[in-house]
């Protein structure tokens, strides 16, 4: 059986289709960008097989393991056929090991041009991590105290030819107490640096790629340590502009959400903003009077991104002050800068 190397498989082989045949449970928490569950155990048959292994011996877990899969032959061959019709594919299990070699062999019978993964879904991660520290594209901030507006303005800058990765975006999250809200359920750690991956692999190498300014963490999400590094040394654009703008941004974006999440994001902030704030941001949103209730969230967010800011290394730092609050706008001020 031949082998492919992860870094292979992304660099040239962008016509095989990747096959996963790890169970559903391994698959959901992480998964290489465009690969096809193609599981050869359920999660619950994994887990039987993977004790007869270590409970009594490796021939018992092989023997079943071939129960299991007998029966799955022709569906797994049927499903592969519908993955890929040109009959390309590289399989990928968990190291590299028997599953994807079983599979591997299936589909080499049934006539179809088949690579095994070379060290399976733990060598790509390895390659993931390494490919993520390499300085491929050169990187640039976009920053600004919260109400900037900087999702709608890094978006502007992707309508205007710049190239963008929305960290928020990918991982679910807009990044403070209100941020899951209106927000799909976020990914795993894992999860997120494969789609990190998979955007900036997009990218042609050696183009600049504009970012927003986060925290290591962006909800439940940690960024992987190799990348924050390049993120916080990179050159930072921060948007300057009036609080009344701000305000209108905060209300813009937010003011749609049931009161009572909003509500609860608030309460979230209790310690910070203190009792008498809380509660005049709950009788603000009670009185439909979101503007009061954006510039008393203003209270605690300005403080903080003030000591996020005095922590992080000195660097290139250019501040805008913007002429308009229109994000298109923003977006070309920002690039005649450049």
């Known amino acids: 059986m031949q082998t492919l190397t992860a870094e292979t498989y992304f660099a040239g082989e962008p016509d095989r289709v990747l096959l996963d045949v790890r169970s559903p449970g391994e698959y959901a928490e992480g998964h290489a960008p465009g690969a096809v569950s193609l599981p050869l155990f359920s999660d619950a048959e994994r887990a039987e097989v993977g004790t007869l292994y270590k409970q009594e011996n490796p021939d018992a877990a092989l023997l079943r393991g071939l129960e299991i899969a007998g029966g799955k032959m022709r569906q797994l061959v049927e499903r592969a056929r519908v993955a890929a019709p040109e ?27 088949v690579r095994q993964l070379e060290g399976g879904y733990k060598a790509y991660r390895a390659y993931v991590r390494r490919w993520l520290g390499e300085a491929h594209h050169p990187l640039r901030v976009l920053s600004g ?12 800058l992707a309508a205007e030819g710049a190239r963008i990765v929305d960290l928020e975006g990918l991982a679910n999250h807009k990044g403070s107490s209100f941020g899951a809200l209106g927000e799909a359920a976020q990914p795993t750690t894992e999860a997120f640096e494969n789609l990190l991956f998979e955007a900036l692999r ?4 050696g183009e600049t790629v504009w970012v927003e300014d986060e925290s290591r963490m962006i909800g439940t999400v940690c960024q992987p340590d190799v990348f924050y590094d390049r993120l916080v040394s990179a050159p930072v654009t921060e948007l300057v ?14 003011a749609g959400y049931p009161p009572d999440a909003l509500a609860a994001a608030f309460t979230r902030l209790r310690k910070k903003l203190g009792g008498q704030r809380l509660q005049d941001a709950l009788a603000a949103l009670e009185g439909g009077d979101f503007e009061t209730a954006a510039r008393i969230a203003l209270v605690y967010y300005d403080k903080a991104y003030a000591h996020y800011a005095a922590r992080k290394p000195v660097g290139k730092h250019t501040r805008i002050t913007l002429s308009d609050p229109d994000p298109r706008a923003t977006a070309r001020q920002i690039l005649s800068h450049q």
Do not use: F
């Not at 594919?89 to 041009?113: F, H, I, N, T």
């Open 87 to 113: 009959g390309r594919v590289a399989v990928q299990c968990w190291r590299g090991g028997q599953r994807s070699a079983s599979v591997a062999w299936l589909l080499e019978r049934a006539g179809m041009d």
């Open 145 to 156: 105290p919260t109400g900037s507006g900087k999702t709608h303005v890094l978006h502007a």
């Open 202 to 205: 997009g990218i042609p190498v």
């Open 241 to 254: 502009q009036p609080e009344e703008w701000r305000v209108n941004n905060l209300v813009r974006d937010y």
